[in-house]
């Protein structure tokens, strides 16, 4: 696997970046570079149920979407650089801290050296691992992953290739995600729970309603309904866009929040199709929510 950082194939970008001498469309080269690691206590119920889940974000992404609430990581490449052993050592510290699993955070342009990190504590973890994804992916990393990866959280942000294109310079992303989506489901399995309703194994689709696109997100939900089977996936609807300074001027359309009209449209066709899952409520959609990458914590 060393190798893919030589030539990166890793997302579907396909830079084919010597990462080694330089760095990929995702901004990074072949070390580690992650932000922050600490007890996330505001995930899904399911995922955030006793302590927290143990989050680690990474630095860089191969999206580089215009509205990131991570732009600090995600393209301003905040972070610490960490070898496969710091980063195993950091799993070790957040099961010790009572994390309910460890969630990776934005991993796709990692996967290697994280698998060479899980190979080395994976056994000793005993808390499921989850892989938390924009989900513009191959399906070919998905199944590097098999055996390394207990639950699949990936996004679904665009149908609409036209949206894709403009907000995220990916006008295949629905193809690729989608695509996705299936290798994940098929690999995580049907949803399982522990004694204290804790996800154990299956895939959470998370999906964020951006401004004047609640009939994008329309499709996308019945796309979810007609292709992904219920008893291997929750749906989790959410309504926290956040508008930031550094989004208003080249893309105005985007500098609100959306609408209690917006939202719930889209959560009515959830439940029109019989999804499950999770949504949220309109004041989760402000700043105080947005990671504060102090590099405080583990770092």
């Avoid at 960490?82 to 990776?104: W, Y």
């Avoid at 310079?169 to 690729?176: G, I, M, N, V």
């Avoid at 009209?261 to 929510?289: D, H, P």
């Amino acid at each position: 696997m060393e190798d893919i950082y030589s030539s990166c194939t890793l997302c579907p970008r396909r830079c084919r970046a010597d990462r080694y001498s330089g760095t990929g469309f995702c901004g990074t080269g072949a070390a580690v570079i992650a932000a922050k690691a600490y007890l996330h206590q505001w995930e899904e119920p399911c995922i955030s149920y006793r302590n927290g889940a143990g989050t680690v974000f990474f630095s860089g992404c191969s999206l580089h979407c215009c509205y990131c609430q991570n732009n600090e990581i995600s393209n301003l490449l905040k972070g610490k650089m960490l070898t496969p052993r710091q980063l195993a050592d950091v799993f070790l510290s957040l099961r010790d801290k009572g994390a309910d699993n460890i969630e990776l955070v934005t991993p796709t342009h990692f996967v290697p050296d994280i698998i060479k990190a899980l190979d080395m504590v994976k056994h000793k973890l005993g808390i499921p691992v989850i892989y938390n994804t924009g989900g513009y992916e191959l399906a070919e990393t998905i199944d590097m992953l098999k055996g390394y990866i207990d639950i699949y959280m990936p996004d679904i942000k665009y149908f609409s290739p036209e949206v894709s294109a403009r907000y995220s310079y990916a006008a295949d992303y629905f193809e690729y995600a989608s695509q996705a989506v299936k290798a994940m489901t098929e690999q995580a399995g049907e949803l399982e729970y522990n004694s204290e309703g804790g996800l154990i194994s299956g895939t959470v689709i998370r999906h964020l309603v951006l401004p004047g696109q609640r009939h994008d997100s329309m499709k996308i939900i019945g796309w979810i309904a007609e292709n992904i089977p219920r008893e291997k996936a929750l749906v989790s609807i959410m309504g926290q866009y956040t508008p930031f300074e550094f989004v208003r001027e080249k893309y105005p359309e985007l500098s609100r929040r959306i609408t209690k009209m917006e939202y719930n449209s889209v959560l009515r066709r959830a439940e029109e199709l019989g999804i499950e899952g999770f949504s949220q409520e309109r004041r989760s959609a402000s700043e105080k929510y947005v990671p504060d990458f102090d590099m405080s914590g583990l770092f």
